[in-house]
């Protein structure tokens, strides 16, 4: 089993910077794909960005790229998403969550997720 908690979220004004973190307990995550989503109120969980287990390969919404970096620190069994420029748009529930296998990283079927973390961006 894996355990993940996420942390860093928080209030901030549009044009801001957050950096979320994801820590892992239970077994080691360098053996897993990470990936990053969100849910706004009132809609779907949506995928934000993932990263391959060793770090090398990144992937992210169209929404996003350019303003959020996903990064790992496998010593550290921790995932970090650093999000500038932040919009408005950006508010939501951020959730962390892991996988062993699979190339759509982009869809839901992770084995294991975390509680998440709120982000508000006021305008």
């Known amino acids: 089993q894996v355990q993940l908690v996420e942390s860093g979220g928080g209030l901030v004004p549009a044009g801001g910077s957050l950096r979320l973190s994801c820590t892992g307990s239970?077994?080691?995550?360098?053996?897993?794909?990470m990936g990053w989503f969100r849910q706004a109120p009132g809609k779907e969980r949506e995928f934000a960005a993932g990263i391959s287990w060793s770090g090398d390969s990144t992937d992210y919404a169209d929404s996003v790229k350019g303003r959020f970096t996903i990064s790992r620190d496998n010593a550290k069994n921790t995932v970090f998403l650093q999000m500038n420029s932040l919009k408005p748009e950006d508010t939501a529930v951020y959730y962390c969550?892991?996988?062993?296998?699979?190339?759509?990283?982009?869809?839901?079927?992770?084995?294991?997720w975390g509680q998440g973390t709120q982000v508000t961006v006021s305008s």
């Open positions: 969550a892991a996988r062993l296998y699979g190339s759509n990283w982009s869809g839901p079927d992770y084995d294991y």
């Open positions: 239970g077994r080691t995550l360098s053996t897993y794909i």
